[in-house]
T-cell receptor
Framework: ETGVTQTPRHLVMGMTNKKSLKCEQHLGHNAMYWYKQSAKKPLELMFV???????ENNSVPSRFSPECPNSSHLFLHLHTLQPEDSALYLC???????????????FGEGSRLTVL | AQSVTQLDSQVPVFEEAPVELRCNYSSSVSVYLFWYVQYPNQGLQLLLK??????LVKGINGFEAEFNKSQTSFHLRKPSVHISDTAEYFC?????????????FGTGTLLAVQP
C-alpha cells in the first residue's frame, strides 16, 4: 500500500447508528487532516492532528469525534448523524507540520457517506 | 479574511483545444497559491504551487499557472487538453495561521473535455 488509504469507500448509515471512518498514511508524514467535501461548496477543514496531537477543531459538531492513535492512523467516529452530514470525507496528510503554509497535502480517495 | 473565487463551475472544451480555468483570491497579506486536481472517484492531488520567485509555474500533465499580484489572480492554463484531463480543479490559498496550515479552497471548476 502506498499513499493515503481510506476505508470504507462507501458507507450508508441511519441517524441512530455508530460507525467509524479509517485513514492510514504510508508516507511517514507528521500531520493528518479530515476534510468534508459537499457538492458546490469549498472543502471544509474539520480536524488537524500534528504528531498525534489535535491542533484544530474547526467548530465541528460533537457527533463527529476524531481519534489519532499514532502518526499513521486517523479515525473519524460518527454518531447520531443528520442527513445534511452526507458528503465525501477526505483524509489528508502532510510532511510539514501544520503552521507551515507551503506544505503539500496528500489526499486519500475519500469515504462517501450517506445518512438516511 | 482570505477567500478564493473560482467563477466558472464548469468549463466544457473540445479535445486539443486550449483551456484557462480562472482563480481569484483576496488577501491582505502574502499568500501561497495551489491548484489541486480531483479525478472521478479519487482524492485531490497537487497539480502545481506558487511559493515565490517566477510568477509562471509549471505543473504536472502540461498545466501551468501564472501568479498576477496586481490582479490577485492565479489562472490555470493548458495549451491542448486531452480527454484524460476531465476532472474537477480546485484553486487554494494558504496563509500562516496559528498552529495549522489554513489551506482555503475554492468551490472547484469541472473541466469537461469532449471528443
Amino acid at each position: 500500500e502506498t499513499g493515503v488509504t481510506q476505508t470504507p469507500r462507501h458507507l450508508v448509515m441511519g441517524m441512530t447508528n455508530k460507525k467509524s471512518l479509517k485513514c492510514e498514511q504510508h508516507l511517514g508524514h507528521n500531520a493528518m487532516y479530515w476534510y468534508k467535501q459537499s457538492a458546490k461548496k469549498p472543502l471544509e477543514l474539520m480536524f488537524v492532528y500534528s504528531l498525534e496531537e489535535r491542533v484544530e477543531n474547526n467548530s465541528v459538531p460533537s457527533r463527529f469525534s476524531p481519534e489519532c492513535p499514532n502518526s499513521s492512523h486517523l479515525f473519524l467516529h460518527l454518531h447520531t448523524l443528520q442527513p445534511e452530514d452526507s458528503a465525501l470525507y477526505l483524509c489528508a496528510s502532510s510532511q510539514d507540520l501544520p503552521g507551515s503554509p507551503t506544505g503539500e497535502l496528500f489526499f486519500g480517495e475519500g469515504s462517501r457517506l450517506t445518512v438516511l | 479574511a482570505q477567500s478564493v473565487t473560482q467563477l466558472d463551475s464548469q468549463v466544457p472544451v473540445f479535445e486539443e483545444a486550449p483551456v484557462e480555468l480562472r482563480c481569484n483570491y483576496s488577501s491582505s497579506v502574502s499568500v501561497y497559491l495551489f491548484w489541486y486536481v480531483q479525478y472521478p472517484n479519487q482524492g485531490l492531488q497537487l497539480l502545481l504551487k506558487y511559493l515565490s520567485g517566477s510568477t509562471l509555474v509549471k505543473g504536472i500533465n502540461g498545466f501551468e499557472a501564472e501568479f498576477n499580484k496586481s490582479q490577485t489572480s492565479f489562472h490555470l492554463r493548458k495549451p491542448s487538453v486531452h480527454i484524460s484531463d476531465t476532472a474537477e480543479y480546485f484553486c487554494a490559498v494558504s496563509r500562516y495561521g496559528g498552529a495549522t496550515n489554513k489551506l482555503i479552497f475554492g468551490t472547484g471548476t469541472l473541466l469537461a473535455v469532449q471528443p
